[in-house]
């Protein structure tokens, strides 16, 4: 399966950046089964890592809990038009994606 | 008694017989037009997010960023791939397949049966030597979501031929009787009880069932179909569930989407 | 069980189950009778479980054509079958009985609902 780019989307006010993303990723917890009666391996997302102009301002560890295609949403203080947030993740298959937006 | 209750059970199967489609449709809005006075029709395309304002706001706050949007895209892809003889899907329906779904389902004078979107997307599909697609798959849910989206803003405008009013009378008689051990009906459910409490959720109103599939479903996780949703339904109140685009959901579907002429489409959408 | 008791019981679950499901509760309660009686008849000639089993799946095929099958149904053929194969005779013919009380049981709503729903239609 392809890795996909994590989708963001980010909204400024009165020097508060509220970013929400969206990343495609099976989260596959590895207790479920085929049909077949296979088990299907583990693969989730484990980090997730959000830097806003390079700095790091969150970081986060995830388990087989979340969700398939997580959706996130987190503000960043201190933020202004023109400044980048990047939000990366690496899964336990060593698997990583990004998303990068600049604010507006 | 029992008599006048056989005398009135005729009379009644009588005069439904006779109704025909759009005396029904105008009973079937001013049935919920009365229920819900407070609502104008087309917004019950929203379903429950119509009736209870805390679920409308979360569920608003998850539209910025709707899970169904990878669907979307994926669909896009999947709808611009050629075929191996060089067609595509814009060559099997009117205005090349874009803005097209409002117009399904329909009857298809030829078959002599139902033609719903996932058929017809299938009979493409064969009709062009590729294989088709498992109406529970990822690729069928990905392309009815995005050819959905290119309908959004469209009105139903359902037609019910002399040749198809079997059809459609099949599919209403399925959504008025009782099934599985639990004994409901579609109607019990979303007429009758429409708005009210079924354990922890709120009952929506059939008017605006067909408007916004396919649908990501949080529970599915992925987007799926409203004859999923039929059998989902069915398993739920002891029913055996049919198989997707059996004969019966695609007359059901036919009666449904009837139900809904003049509303809105908003497909696809995001589900609990 | 007398036709006194019969009546007494229907009333006692129409009442408790109220208007609507009052046709399950009715089924429900003929359904229980019906394994009573059954229960009763095989002290003479005891049926086999394969033959229950056979009539059961012939019923809910039956039901499954008109699309009034039951999940009831299904689960009980599953586990006779399931007891059968595993050599337990008077256990899988116990479910195969309850496979065909839930499948006559669906059949008849399929008859039932085939005159009765017209008159939910909203007018």
Partial sequence: MAVKPVKMRGKLAEGVAEIKALMPHPMETGTRRTEAGELIPAHFIQEVICEHNGALVLRAEWGTSVSKNPYFAFKVAEAKAGDEVVIRWLDNLGETSEGRLTLK | ?272 | MSWGRLRQLEGQALRALGGVGAWAGVLMVVGVLTLGLNASNSQGKAPSAEAVLAHAMSVHDAAMARDHAWVTTRRALARAQDLLDAGDESASLLAAQQALQSAQASLNQADVEAESWPARVPK
Avoid at chain 2, 128 to 141: D, V
Avoid at chain 2, 225 to 246: D, I, M, P, T, W
């Fill in chain 2, 1 to 272: 008694m029992l008599n006048r209750l056989m005398i009135m059970s005729l009379l009644l199967a009588a005069a439904s017989l006779r109704a025909d489609p759009p005396s029904d449709l105008k009973a079937f809005r001013a049935f919920f037009e009365q229920r819900f006075a407070n609502i104008e029709i087309d917004d019950h395309r929203d379903g429950a997010y119509a009736l209870d304002a805390a679920k409308r706001e979360q569920w608003l706050s998850m539209e910025d960023f709707p899970p169904y949007e990878i669907a979307i895209e994926a669909g896009e892809a999947l709808f611009a791939e050629s075929f191996a003889d060089g067609s595509g899907y814009a060559d099997c329906f009117e205005n090349s397949g874009i803005g097209v779904k409002q117009t399904f389902p329909r009857f298809d004078q030829a078959a002599g049966a139902v033609l719903t979107l996932e058929l017809a997307i299938n009979q493409c599909r064969q009709a062009h030597s590729e294989a088709p697609l498992a109406y529970a798959s990822e690729a069928m849910g990905a392309l009815s979501a995005y050819m959905a989206y290119t309908s959004r803003g469209e009105t139903f405008a359902i037609t019910v031929p002399p040749e198809g009013l079997a059809a459609y009378n099949a599919g209403k008689a399925f959504f008025y009787a009782r099934r599985g051990q639990l004994n409901f009906s579609c109607a019990g459910c979303h007429v009758t009880s429409a708005g009210g409490m079924l354990r922890a959720e709120i009952l929506s109103a059939s008017v605006g069932h067909a408007t916004h599939w396919p649908t990501y479903r949080l529970k599915w996780e992925q987007v799926g179909s409203l004859h999923k949703r039929f059998a989902e339904c069915n398993e739920q109140v002891g029913a055996v569930g049919l198989a997707e685009q059996s004969p019966s959901y695609r007359n059901l579907e036919y009666f449904l989407s009837y139900m809904n002429n003049g509303m809105t489409l908003n497909g696809p959408a995001t589900r609990k």
